[in-house]
C-alpha cells in the first residue's frame, strides 16, 4: 500500500462524519477512515493485537454515538483538536523532510497526543501500551499477503476427507500458524450447533519437531472478537490450573469475513484431545456418570456454578433469545406510517404480535443494533447490549441499503419501519410442519398416550405464557452452550471447556438445561428410533424421570443412557436456588428445546423429541412442579394463557 496522503483521509473522515450525522470532523472520523482504507498502516497495527478493523469501527461509533437529524450549521468544520491533530502531523512530516502529511504521520501525531475517543476505545479493547504502539506505526513495514511465508498443511489420519476446509477457511488458518512452515490438522471437533469450525491442529517447525497440539476456532469476525471479550471479562480469572485457555490475540485479516483462535490444549503422549460427544459411545453410561459428577462438576463447579447467587428475574430476559425473531420485517422507505399500523416498543405488548400478517406495516422504535449482515442486506435488533447472548425480542430488518444506511452493532435504532414478511409463530410451525407430524400443529394438545398421560401442551403454542412469569433462581458465571461437543477429555480424563463465545453471568441451571437438550439428541434419541412413536416412548422414559421414579422394562442400551439423565439431574439439583422447586429447570428445558426445534443439523429424530420435550415440560409445570405463589408476580394472570 503506498503512502495515503492526508488529504484523501479527510475525505473519507467527511464521509464517516456525514453518515454519522455529526456535521464536524473529529478525531474518532479521521482513525475511522484510516481503518477503513484496506491493506492501511493503521489497519494492519490493530490486526497485530488480533483486532478486525470493522470491529474498532464499530466499538468507536458506539463510543460516540448517531448525531440529531437536524443540522445546526453548515457544511462539516474541523474540530479544534483536530487542528492541532493537524500541526503535530505537519512537524513530523517536515522532521521527515516532506511538505506533505501522510497516514503514518498522522496515526504518530494521534499517539504523541493521546486524549481522543479512538485511543480511549482501543484501551478499553486491550491496547494499553501507547508507547509500544507508537514505536511500531513509526517502524512498521507493511508487506502484501502474497509476500507472507506459505505455510503447508496436511492431514492426520483422523480428519475426514469428506468435509475439506474451503479456500476462506485455509487462508485464516495459514495466517494464524505464520510463524511455522508446517502444519497439521488432526481432526475436526464435532463443535455445536452454529457455523463455527473447530480443528485440532499440530504445529511443526522447520526442523520437523512438533509444538504443543492447540484447538482452533474459525468463524465470523464479530463472534470471534467477542469471544475473546468475554474471556477476558468472564472466563480467564476463573479457570481451573489445567484447563484449556485462549493465550495468543485473534487472528482477523482485514481481507478475510473469518478470524480465528486458539485455545491451549494439555495432552498426553502425542495425543490430541477429544470432545465429549466423540466418545459418548465408547465409554459405559456408569463411567460417564461418575465422570460428569466427580470431575466434570468439580472441576468448574468451585469457581462457576456453585458461585449462584440469588436471582429472581422475568423469564423473557433470559430465554426469549433462544428463540426465532419475533418478526422479520421488509424495510420501507420514505413511506408515512398508516394511523392503523402497529408500533413496537418496549415493553413489547407480544398479544398484539400475534395478530400480525405477512404485509402489514410495523414501526421499531429504540431497539439496539445486534448484528450486521451486510452480506445479505440486513440488520438484527433486539432488546441488550447487541450480541447474542441474553438479548431478548430480536427483530430482523431486510432490504438494507449499506451504501446509503449506515448502522453499527450497539447502535439504538430510534425509528425503523418495514412490513411483516414472517413471524415467530410462523417459523416455529413450519418448523414442526417439516417434521411430517402425525397430529394437527395447529391444537392446542399433541398426543403421547404414555403411562396415563394422554396428551401434553403444544409448545410452540402455549410458551408465551412462560416468558412474563417470573423466577426465584440464581445467577453465576455460565458457559452458555454447554454441550458434549464444548466439552474436552485431556490426561487423565481431565475436563476442559472450549469455545466461550456465549460465556456470561447468567441463569445458573441453564447449562444443565442445555447439556440435558444436547445429550437428549446426542445419546438417546440414536438408539430410540426415528418415528413420532418412537419420540413419545423417550417422553414416557422422561415423566417417569421428572417423577423420581426409575423406568423399568426399559431395553440396552436406552435403559443404560436414560441413568445419566439421572446423574445429571443430581446436579441439577445442587445448583437449583430450592432443591425441591424443579420448576426453574422446566422453564429452562422449554425454551432450550424450543431452541433446537429450529436446528437443521439436529436429527430429524430428535427434533420431533424436542416438540414432546417442550410439551412435556410445560405440562410438569401446569402439574407436578407448578410455582409457588411466590414465586410468580400474579401467578393466575401469568399462567392462564399456558
Not at 447472548?389 to 430488518?397: C, N, Q, R
Not at 428445546?593 to 420431533?608: D, F, I, N, Q
Not at 420435550?613 to 408476580?633: A, K, M, Q, W
Request: charged fraction near 25%; hydrophobic fraction near 40%.
Amino acid at each position: 500500500m503506498p503512502n495515503i496522503p492526508y488529504r484523501d483521509i479527510l475525505i473519507g473522515a467527511r464521509q464517516e462524519a456525514f453518515r454519522m450525522r455529526h456535521f464536524f470532523v473529529g478525531v474518532e472520523h479521521l482513525f475511522i477512515a484510516l481503518l477503513e482504507i484496506r491493506g492501511s498502516l493503521t489497519a494492519k497495527l490493530m490486526q497485530e493485537y488480533g483486532l478486525a478493523p470493522e470491529y474498532v469501527i464499530d466499538a468507536i461509533r458506539r463510543k460516540m454515538g448517531k448525531g440529531s437529524k437536524q443540522r445546526l450549521w453548515a457544511g462539516i468544520p474541523n474540530t479544534p483538536r483536530v487542528k492541532v491533530l493537524e500541526n503535530i502531523a505537519y512537524d513530523i512530516a517536515l522532521e521527515a523532510g516532506r511538505d506533505e502529511v501522510y497516514e503514518r504521520d498522522l496515526l504518530v501525531a494521534m499517539l504523541d497526543e493521546r486524549d481522543s475517543v479512538p485511543l480511549r476505545v482501543i484501551y478499553a479493547l486491550g491496547i494499553t501500551d501507547f508507547d509500544v504502539l507508537r514505536n511500531m506505526a513509526q517502524n512498521y513495514t507493511i508487506n502484501s499477503e502474497t509476500q507472507q511465508t506459505y505455510v503447508k498443511v496436511d492431514f492426520g489420519t483422523g480428519f475426514n476427507r469428506d468435509e475439506m476446509l474451503n479456500k476462506d477457511q485455509l487462508f485464516v488458518l495459514r495466517r494464524m500458524f505464520a510463524d511455522y512452515p508446517q502444519i497439521r490438522v488432526e481432526h475436526r471437533l464435532t463443535g455445536g450447533y452454529s457455523q463455527a469450525t473447530l480443528l485440532v491442529v499440530t504445529p511443526i517447525r522447520p526442523d520437523q519437531q512438533e509444538d504443543a497440539t492447540v484447538a482452533v476456532k474459525i468463524h465470523q469476525v464479530d463472534s470471534i472478537l467477542d469471544e475473546a471479550q468475554r474471556y477476558e471479562s468472564h472466563v480467564k480469572a476463573k479457570l481451573p490450573p489445567m484447563t484449556a485457555r485462549i493465550e495468543d490475540k485473534p487472528t482477523a485479516p482485514d481481507s478475510s469475513d473469518l478470524a480465528g483462535i486458539k485455545y491451549t490444549l494439555i495432552t498426553q503422549d502425542n495425543q490430541p484431545p477429544r470432545d465429549l460427544r466423540a466418545i459418548l459411545n465408547e465409554w459405559e453410561a456408569g463411567k460417564l456418570s461418575q465422570w460428569l459428577k466427580e470431575t466434570f462438576f468439580p472441576t468448574f463447579g468451585r469457581m462457576w456454578w456453585s458461585q449462584n447467587r440469588e436471582f429472581r428475574f422475568q423469564v423473557w430476559r433470559e430465554y426469549d433469545w433462544l428463540l426465532p425473531p419475533i418478526l422479520t420485517l421488509e424495510l420501507v422507505k420514505d413511506k408515512p406510517l398508516p394511523p392503523n399500523a402497529y408500533v413496537l416498543r418496549m415493553p413489547v405488548k407480544r398479544a398484539k404480535l400475534n395478530r400480525l400478517d405477512f404485509g402489514d406495516m410495523v414501526a421499531v422504535e429504540n431497539f439496539v443494533v445486534q448484528k450486521v449482515y451486510a452480506e445479505r442486506h440486513a440488520i438484527q435488533l433486539a432488546v441488550g447490549q447487541g450480541t447474542d447472548s441474553a438479548s431478548a425480542y430480536k427483530i430482523e430488518i431486510r432490504g438494507i441499503d449499506f451504501n446509503t444506511d449506515t448502522y453499527y452493532r450497539g447502535e439504538v435504532v430510534e425509528n425503523i419501519i418495514g412490513t411483516v414478511w414472517q413471524t415467530r409463530g410462523q417459523q416455529l410451525m413450519n418448523a414442526v410442519r417439516a417434521l411430517i407430524p402425525d397430529f394437527d400443529a395447529h391444537n392446542e394438545k399433541i398426543p403421547v398416550n404414555v403411562d396415563g398421560l394422554e396428551k401434553v401442551p403444544n409448545p410452540i403454542l402455549m410458551y408465551e405464557g412462560l416468558l412474563d412469569s417470573f423466577v426465584n433462581g440464581t445467577s453465576a458465571t455460565i458457559h452458555g452452550d454447554l454441550h458434549p461437543g464444548n466439552i474436552m477429555i485431556g490426561p487423565k480424563e481431565s475436563a476442559f471447556l472450549i469455545d466461550f463465545a456465549h460465556t456470561r453471568e447468567g441463569h445458573t441451571i441453564f447449562d444443565w438445561a442445555t447439556l440435558e437438550i444436547s445429550l437428549l439428541n446426542d445419546y438417546i434419541m440414536p438408539y430410540a428410533g426415528e418415528s413420532w412413536n418412537d419420540a413419545r416412548r423417550v417422553i414416557g422414559y422422561l415423566q417417569k424421570l421428572n417423577g423420581g421414579e426409575i423406568p423399568a422394562d426399559i431395553p440396552e442400551p436406552l435403559n443404560s443412557h436414560i441413568a445419566v439423565l439421572r446423574s445429571l439431574r443430581d446436579i441439577v439439583r445442587k445448583c437449583l436456588a430450592n432443591e425441591n422447586q424443579w420448576s426453574e429447570y422446566y422453564i429452562a428445558l422449554t425454551f432450550c428445546s424450543l431452541r433446537a426445534l429450529t436446528w437443521e443439523t439436529v436429527s430429524l429424530a430428535g427434533r420431533r423429541l424436542m416438540v414432546l420435550v417442550g410439551g412435556l415440560s410445560i405440562h410438569e409445570l401446569r402439574t407436578r412442579f407448578r410455582p409457588s405463589d411466590d414465586n410468580t408476580e400474579d401467578t393466575e394472570d401469568t399462567y392462564r394463557s399456558f
